[in-house]
């Protein structure tokens, strides 16, 4: 288990699903927790549950995210961890009827939000000489699902901002790795159609949905000190379907 006693860690979309879990992981492992996401009552909930703060915000305002950072240095003095969980999937259609507005919503969100998050946290991280952040991406970024090519292109983009950003923290103790998860019961699958979910499930060797618990493992991994060389990189948490 990792130590992150005397740590503190930004959870965006900690109100519920994998964010939540890591919320519950990293306050287990002694770290000091904030939520920060746009669904208020459950991220109260969550954090009166858990015992951490949270802060309300929407990540696709640059100006809020800017601000909320600032509010956060102010109550946990430094942000030594980014987790980078808010996004959503977007509906399914195949490309030709993808309706332009809900494709310019998934950018808004996934990539905007968390280019945003990862630009203003990461100021911080290099003035204090540490940090490590990890943006969820998804299995989606690297194969590309089919009638869902907005949230694909979309994680396609969080894993370059990945390598790009990690590049350019190298010089310091400061770790940027994502993750790109198959499946998991969570609330976000309530965007997507039955049919997109089986055909998901039936592309995972394990034959199963990861256990958001699983993707928390994983996170405080790469959210540990121990974590001292792997940055900028891209880690398969997929049940066997990730064929790079
Ligand atoms: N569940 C899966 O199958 C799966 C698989 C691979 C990757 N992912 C990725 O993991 C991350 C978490 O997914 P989840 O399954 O926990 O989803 P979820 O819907 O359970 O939780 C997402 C959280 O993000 C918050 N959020 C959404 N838009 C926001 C915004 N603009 N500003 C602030 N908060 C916002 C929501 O309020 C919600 O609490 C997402 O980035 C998702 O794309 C999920």
Not at 71 to 82: F, P, Q, R
Not at 95 to 105: G, H
Not at 201 to 217: G, L, Y
Not at 229 to 243: L, M, N, P, Y
Request: charged fraction near 25%; glycine fraction near 8%; include cysteine.
């Amino acid at each position: 288990m990792a130590n992150f006693n005397g740590q503190t860690a930004v959870i965006t979309g900690g109100a519920q699903g994998i964010g939540l879990a890591t919320a519950k992981r990293f306050t287990e492992d002694g770290c000091e927790v904030m939520i920060w996401d746009m669904d208020e009552k459950l991220g109260l909930e969550a954090a009166k549950k858990l015992n951490c703060h949270f802060l309300k915000m929407d990540q696709t305002d640059n100006n809020l995210v800017k601000e909320t950072t600032e509010k956060t240095i102010k109550i946990m003095k430094k942000i030594d961890i980014l987790v980078c969980s808010a996004g959503i999937a977007g509906p399914t259609f195949p490309t030709w009827d993808y309706p332009v507005e809900e494709w310019s919503k998934v950018f808004n969100v996934n990539v905007n939000g968390v280019f945003y998050c990862n630009k203003h946290v990461v100021k911080s991280m290099r003035e204090n000489g540490y940090g490590r952040i990890i943006n969820i991406a998804s299995i989606a970024g690297k194969e590309g699902n089919p009638n869902a090519s907005a949230y694909s292109a979309s994680k396609a983009a969080v894993i370059a901002l990945t390598k790009s950003l990690g590049k350019e923290t190298a010089d310091q103790d400061i770790a940027v790795n994502c993750i790109t998860p198959a499946t998991a019961k969570t609330r976000i699958l309530d965007q997507v159609s039955q049919e997109f979910i089986d055909y998901m499930i039936s592309k995972i060797p394990r034959n199963r949905f990861v256990k958001v618990e699983e993707i928390a493992a994983l996170i405080a991994f790469l959210a540990s000190k121990e974590n001292s060389f792997t940055t900028a990189g891209v880690f398969d948490i997929s049940g066997g379907r990730a064929t790079y």
